[in-house]
Structures are given as C-alpha cells and as structure tokens.
C-alpha cells in the first residue's frame, strides 16, 4: 500500500472520528440545550526541527444543531461535508497528509469555559464559515439567531431575533467577504430581499468598505452597514480574535 492510500484510509478514520462525536453529543441532548457544537482534533506529533512534542490541530468542526438535522450521514462524502456543511478547517496537502490549522475555538479546561482561538484573517475564511462567525458574534451579542442554508438562500445568510416589546424584532443579514468595496447594485438587491420580506431593517456587513452614495442609500432604505474595520471591532470586543490583512 502507497502512503497516499494510508493516508486516505487515516484521513476517513479522522473523518468519521469527528462525526460520530458530533452526532453522539447531538443525540444525548434530550433537553435540547445545545446549539451549536465546536469539534477539535488534535495528534501527538514530534516537531523534526527541534525534537521537541507538539499538539498541532489537524482538524476543527463548527455546526449548528438545525444544519445537523438536515444532513443524511448514510449518504455523504465526509470531507465536502465537514468543510462546506459544518464550515470546518481542514487542510490537507497534495500527499493527502493533514497540515496545521487554527481552529475554530479553544477550551480552557481549567476554568471549564471556551476561549478565542488565534487571531483569524477575515480575508482567509471560507465565505460559508464567515457566515457562521457572524452569526456566532451575534449570538455573543445576545441575539437569538437562525442560520440559513448555505445555497438558494434568497440573499439572506442570518436571521436575527431581539425579543424586547418596544425595540424587538426580526432583522434579517447578508454577509460578504469581500477585497474590493461594495457597489450601489448589490446593495440594491439586498434592499430588494429587505422589502419582500417580513423583518424590520436589514444588516448588511462586508469585510471591505461602502461608498457614500451607498451609505447614504443604506441610511434611507433602513440598512444598517458594517464594514471591516467595525466588524474587526464588534469580532474582538465579542470574544473571536480577528483582523483583515489583504495579501
């Protein structure tokens, strides 16, 4: 046998590792107090440089209890699973051998509570896993939040709920990560989305920045805009370690 078919036969093992450990706990919760779970795997390796043991991530998994329900375990390719459905990181070379990765959260067992992990250039996440970001940060920000599908999804990526009688309500996001700034036309068809729908305002928030004309489009049509520098902002101020670097 090839390395590389060792390697594919170790790569599925890691595969089905973290998605029987992800469907276990999602089983367990009879109570239905999990939202969301973040899986982390990690091997015992020896850093060839320097001798010394290492712990590196091979692997970090982040899905939603509603997306988890709609997946088919019997009928999936686990790779494009974890890494387009669950929005996991996995990084494998052309010799199928797993590479390090920053994943997605950490936990310090000692104080039994999850921290940031390194900080994340914004330019480098997949733009499904952005979405899940954003939508983890605004659940930090106390929003109930319901993430739609990730294809066909109407132009809308996050649905936000704030159940307070007076300032309440639904609002509805789309995100995008973008180098170059946003045009009057996409934020047009956002205001298009906004207006079929039922919520009160719309967010739209991007990585790069917005002009004035549409500022002041956005300000007229009830949008509220976010753009990199602020998003960099509410992302560290709410616990997930990031930046935008254009390389």
């Known amino acids: 046998m090839s390395e590389k078919e060792r390697n ?139 993430e739609t599908k990730k294809t066909n999804d109407g132009g809308i990526d996050c649905e936000l709920y704030n159940n307070d009688p007076i300032m309440g309500g639904k609002v509805i996001g789309q995100v995008k990560r973008y180098k170059n700034n946003i045009d009057i036309p996409k934020l047009r068809e956002f205001e298009s989305v906004l207006r079929n729908s039922d919520a009160m305002k719309g967010i739209f928030i991007s990585t790069s920045n917005f002009s004035s004309q549409c500022e002041k489009f956005a300000s007229e049509n009830n949008i509220s805009l976010i753009n990199g520098s602020l998003l960099v902002d509410y992302f560290n101020r709410y616990g997930i370690n990031s930046y935008i670097l254009h390389k």
């Open 8 to 146: 594919s036969i170790y790569n599925q093992v890691v595969f089905s590792i973290a998605l029987n450990s992800i469907t276990n706990v999602f089983k367990q919760d009879i109570h239905n107090n999990i939202d969301t779970i973040v899986f982390n795997g990690y091997i015992k390796d020896i850093d060839l440089s320097t001798g010394q043991d290492i712990t590196p991530y091979i692997i970090s998994v982040m899905v939603d209890k509603n997306v988890f329900k709609s997946i088919d375990m019997s009928r999936i390719d686990k790779l494009k699973c974890i890494k387009e459905t669950m929005q996991g990181r996995v990084d494998i070379n052309s010799n199928l051998c797993f590479k390090e990765i920053t994943p997605i959260a950490k936990c310090d067992y000692l104080n039994r509570s999850v921290v940031s992990s390194e900080s994340i250039n914004l330019l480098e996440v997949d733009p499904f896993a952005l979405e899940s970001l954003v939508c983890t940060l605004f659940r930090n920000m106390g929003y109930e939040v319901i």
